[in-house]
């Protein structure tokens, strides 16, 4: 199947900057989009960023921001190492929550894609 494996999350002060990285491996054909969920305590798990496959090597495709985090977070990708970043500026204590990386994926031998989620990484940001 899919495996992804998330890194980058910590305890940063509010209005600092954190890096979240997430790479997916295994029997892939194909993956569609990639991006960041987020669930904060006693809420919803809710998306902040996706980016789907268009467009060239490490650039282009189609993104998508939660309106909260617009202009303050940047989803990136690197195609040919299945990795999708996400550059999260100007944290704020709201932005606390586990950050969960989704891939929408192609398995070999498949002709469906679904989704596979990361284990998630913390994400604290102090007042």
């Known amino acids: 199947q899919v495996q992804l494996v998330e890194s980058g999350g910590g305890l940063v002060q509010s209005g600092g900057s954190l890096r979240l990285s997430c790479a997916a491996s295994?029997?892939?054909?194909?993956?569609?989009?990639m991006g960041w969920y987020r669930q904060a305590p006693g809420k919803q798990r809710e998306l902040v960023a996706t980016?789907?496959?268009?467009?060239?090597?490490?650039?282009?495709?189609?993104?998508t921001y939660a309106g909260s985090v617009k202009g303050r977070f940047t989803i990136s990708r690197d195609t040919p190492k299945n990795t999708v970043y996400l550059q999260m500026n100007s944290l704020e204590p709201e932005d606390t929550a586990v950050y969960y990386c989704?891939?929408?994926?192609?398995?070999?031998?498949?002709?469906?894609?679904?989704?596979?989620w990361g284990q998630g990484t913390q994400v604290t940001v102090s007042s």
């Open positions: 989704n891939a929408k994926a192609v398995v070999r031998g498949t002709w469906t894609s679904s989704d596979y």
């Open positions: 980016v789907t496959s268009g467009g060239t090597i490490t650039s282009g495709g189609s993104t």
């Open positions: 295994g029997n892939i054909f194909k993956i569609n989009a």
